[in-house]
């Protein structure tokens, strides 16, 4: 309406003639009246300028009524605890509004970009293609030499090496590093640890800057005590039950779970654990070959509760173990079992995840020998990060497979051994290896 009336406006500071008798003056009058439901019975300027201000006061007062009756809604939709809905809701808002935006702003164009010619045209490429995804070892040559983003985001961030984030700064103008401190950081194999440190005393490299030491986000907080941070605390993957063990342990009981509940059953609780052990009680069950860790009881058990598993329906299972000469064994064994180390599984999920953690002791500090580094006095299967993604990879059941030994004997200090009474506390199911197990083989 208050546009309507300002075209009038317009128009009648333009008329040759005042609006009686005229077709247009017929035509406004009666749009004014059946559609607007307003009388008109003058017809100056002055009074048209005087209707559309009245217009505009009408649209901004049915707007903020609008607002009021939508706030109601869904403060009542909060009362309710109906948050499905308005999950619902926003949603689809959001994906309008996004969709709203590809319209408005990418130009669409009959080029067939190809690897050969999207560099001589990226112009053209980068506005219809605005968002480039790549690696960080591969970003700076997708790119023309000369072309540098907006933005970069490195997701994963805790496993980017400095070298390869270097890169990725290289090319723009702002960086959004996306990724969590308590998660694995990145392998730096041990033949270049030697030479990375001698660099770093020749050339009195700061610590901060220590590349066996950092990743791009554990570098970024050492040397930036303000850096603007952000704790992404909704999570929706595990089951409640699962992931309440990582936000005590782990987050300070910062993160809010938004995952839905279950009530546990028999044969169905997230949490388990399966022991196994020699007739020989104290026998141990791993062993240590070449440089890794491997128990051969384990890698049996992870195969029994694999196949339990699938024959009562679940087929979405995944195995997962701190030392990568266990996972290969345990994929030698069944080929049909998707078994890998932790720090690979980082990033995925399962609905169901067995946690086989191989060794049947977790050292603490006073028992390393004195030649080890004081970063590396932490026992492989009691590292935060490690039991932390070990954890958090498993959607509706975390099944551990370990040694009795490890259960019996983990210190409550260690994160194993808090894992552990996690368990034992919340009633967890819990499987001994019994005396006719050993009589059966």
């Known amino acids: 309406m208050k546009n309507y009336c300002e075209s009038w406006r317009e128009y009648s500071k333009y008329a040759y003639s005042r609006f009686a008798g005229c077709l247009d003056d017929i035509l406004i009058y009666i749009k004014t009246f059946f559609h607007y439901h307003i009388p008109l019975t003058i017809s100056t300027y002055k009074d048209v300028q005087i209707l559309a201000d009245y217009a505009g006061e ?5 707007s903020l009524s609008k607002l009021d009756r939508e706030y109601d809604r869904l403060c009542e939709l909060l009362t309710e605890g109906r948050m499905d809905e308005l999950s619902k809701e926003c949603q689809e808002l959001s994906q309008t509004i996004f969709q709203h935006y590809l319209n408005k702003n990418i130009k669409r164009t009959d080029i067939a970009f190809t690897l050969e010619n999207y560099k001589k045209q990226f112009d053209e490429f980068i506005s219809q293609v605005p968002v480039v995804t790549s690696t960080t070892h591969a970003v700076r040559k997708s790119i023309p030499a000369s072309f540098v983003f907006d933005y970069v985001i ?3 961030s805790s496993q980017v090496d400095l070298i390869t984030a270097i890169i990725a700064m290289s090319c723009c103008r702002n960086m959004v590093i996306v990724g969590d401190s308590m998660q694995l950081p990145q392998i730096v194999p041990s033949e270049v640890i030697p030479q990375a440190r ?9 610590p901060s800057y220590d590349y066996v030491k950092h990743s791009i986000i554990s570098s970024l907080k050492a040397i930036y005590s303000n850096l603007p941070t952000v704790l992404l605390r909704e999570h929706y993957r595990c089951h409640p039950l699962i992931i309440d063990f ?3 342990q782990f987050y300070d009981k910062k993160l809010i779970i938004k995952s839905e509940w279950t009530d546990p ?3 169905n609780h997230p949490l388990a654990i399966v022991t196994v052990r020699h007739a020989d009680r104290e026998r141990p069950c791993a062993d240590y070959k070449g440089k890794s860790w491997v128990n051969k009881l384990e ?5 029994e509760e694999f196949n339990r598993l699938t024959c009562s329906g679940i087929t979405d299972i ?7 000469s266990h996972a290969n064994a345990i994929n030698k064994l069944r080929e049909d079992i998707c078994a890998d180390t932790i720090h690979k599984f980082q990033g995925r999920e399962k609905e169901v995840v067995i946690f086989s953690t191989v060794k049947d002791k977790v050292k603490v500090d006073e028992e390393w020998e004195s030649s080890y580094s004081a970063d590396k006095r932490v026992d492989f299967i009691n590292q935060s990060e490690l039991i932390n993604v070990a954890v958090s990879r498993a959607k509706n059941r975390l099944e551990l497979v370990m040694s009795q030994l490890l259960f019996e004997q983990a210190p409550l200090s260690t994160n194993i051994g808090n894992l552990i ?3 034992k506390y919340n009633k967890g199911e819990i499987t001994f290896q019994s005396i006719f197990d050993y009589l059966y083989h």
């Open 299 to 303: 890698q049996l058990k992870v195969c």
């Open 58 to 62: 009408m649209f901004y007062q049915g």
């Open 198 to 206: 001698e660099y770093a005393r020749q050339m009195q490299v700061h």
């Open 154 to 156: 490195i997701d994963e």
């Open 265 to 267: 059953k028999e044969g």
């Open 246 to 248: 990582c936000n005590q």
């Open 421 to 423: 009474r996690y368990i």
């Open 318 to 324: 995944g195995v997962i173990t701190p030392f990568r």
